[in-house]
């Protein structure tokens, strides 16, 4: 097999191709990234998996999943007791066959809104951290330029670069030479449109349309009617003109985050911004993101408002987690994994600075804190009463952002919608099913027969503990009682290319430890680090 060379910001892969020709199978060519992974194969057979299908229902197993190049050809129900006594214990055979008795498999997970940030921080650290923590495909913010991420994406789907499947952000009139006068004209919404599906786009951000409904709503029927779906991270500065409730009956696919739910609630239109506010002011801008919840209507916000996000068909996309500093920020800072696994770069943007976006912790108070506690549980509240009533939660992170290491909170926000009281078989629809729906791709979010071959093999059951699914699995007993750690996600599995995810961990480690020679402490780190005193 051949090695990856290395450069400075990641591998400088010569990709090995295998041909391999399987009589009776369609011929496929097999590559090999390093000793990072490898596929897709003529025939790739899991052996003794149990299956969580990712619509929410129960694990049904074990299953033989065969899997012809990029695709699952069949499941066959496999169980040894009765296959011997019927005398039928021949298992299929492949190029490739992986034992996974004890483990489970599940779709590959969707993360529908996350960054890739800039350079020093190489893209190979993010899709690394991401596929060795369960994510198939994602929805990246332009960090570095449409045009990258268009290329990227490309690269992803030929299978070019080890990454997951992308599905790039696009704002509305981009790749176009419209003038603002005609992008703003609700009556061009659909040749605008059809221009951008043309390029490409899939996912339009409609954030700042939100100063008038008539060209927002235009430009969600026309995103749809071409195709795509439409994103929106409500900001505060609209909100007196679209809440949520607004955003939904508007047509807006998926609403990011938390903004204007609270908002959709209160007993006036706006907000009691004090005197003082702006909101260029980051600080000041998520510190009344989170006050504003004290605000609300909690009858209205759990009834009526709820109910018209269900009757009006939105996606909520709550990315829980990247908020979670806000209400703890020592807890955010501490994370176990910031040392060997996050990168420099991450931490120099997480670190308090006016200069940067999302680094606002430079004035945070306990009575912040204090707000955001309340916040997330009333936030929590509405997504449980959402999901009661038959609305679509759906899943992503917006990690690279606020103390959010990508893949990490992949995880934790899993664990945050089980916070809000969701079964987890519904937390891991919401990752998978959910998500694929909402992204208008049919051909993922399930483990079934004619479904892309994008899937997760864990060690353990994610509905015993959803700690499993990290990289560093979790503590637990066996049947003796005695206790072991078990192995995370042992492989993702993307488009047929089956990765070894303790490889991806340890490239993703060396990527770290060279980000941070010579590095000192910081700010935040200062009040801990033991200085040794020289010998006099």
Known sequence: MKRARWGATGPLWAVALVLTATAGYAQVTTKTFGDLAEGPYNRLVIRGAMVLPGHGGPPVGPYDIVIEGNRIARMIPFDPVTAGRRGDTQRPTGDRVINAEGMYVMPGMIDLHMHLRQEPMPLEYVYYLKLAHGVTAMVPAPDRGLENGMDEARRSETNDILAPRMYPIWGWGSGTDHDRAFLENPENALQIAQEMREMGMHVVSVGPLGWNQELLGAVCKAVEDVGGITTYHIPPSTTSVTQAVDAARLGVTMIEHHYAYAESSLDRQVQDYPRDYSYNDENARFRHAGKVWSEANKERLLTEVADSLVAYGATMLPTRVVYEANRDIIRAQSLPWHEKYTHQALINWNLPNPAYHGSYHY??????????????????????????????????????????????????????????????????????????????????????????????????????????????????????????????????????????????????????????????????????????????
């Open 363 to 536: 004035n945070w108070t306990s009575d912040d804190e204090y707000y955001w506690y309340y916040a997330f549980d009333l936030w929590g509240d509405l997504i449980y009463e959402f999901n009661k009533r038959g609305g679509r939660v759906a899943y992503g992170t917006d990690d690279n952002y606020i103390w959010a290491t990508p893949g990490f909170s992949n995880i934790r926000e899993l664990q945050l919608l089980r916070e809000s009281g969701m079964h987890t078989l519904e937390v891991l629809k919401a990752a998978t099913y959910n998500s694929a729906k909402t992204l208008r791709q049919p051909d993922l979010g399930l483990v079934r027969p004619g479904f892309l071959a994008d899937l997760v093999l864990i060690d353990g059951s994610p509905l015993y503990n959803l700690r499993f699914m990290y990289s560093f699995g979790a503590l637990t007993l066996d049947a003796e009682g005695s206790m072991y750690r078990t192995g995370g996600i042992v492989h993702t599995i993307k488009d047929g290319i089956v990765t070894d995810n303790r490889r991806l961990m340890e490239e993703v480690e060396r990527m770290v430890s060279e980000s941070k020679q010579g590095i000192g402490a910081n700010p935040v780190s200062e009040p801990f680090t033991i200085i040794t005193p020289r010998n006099e």
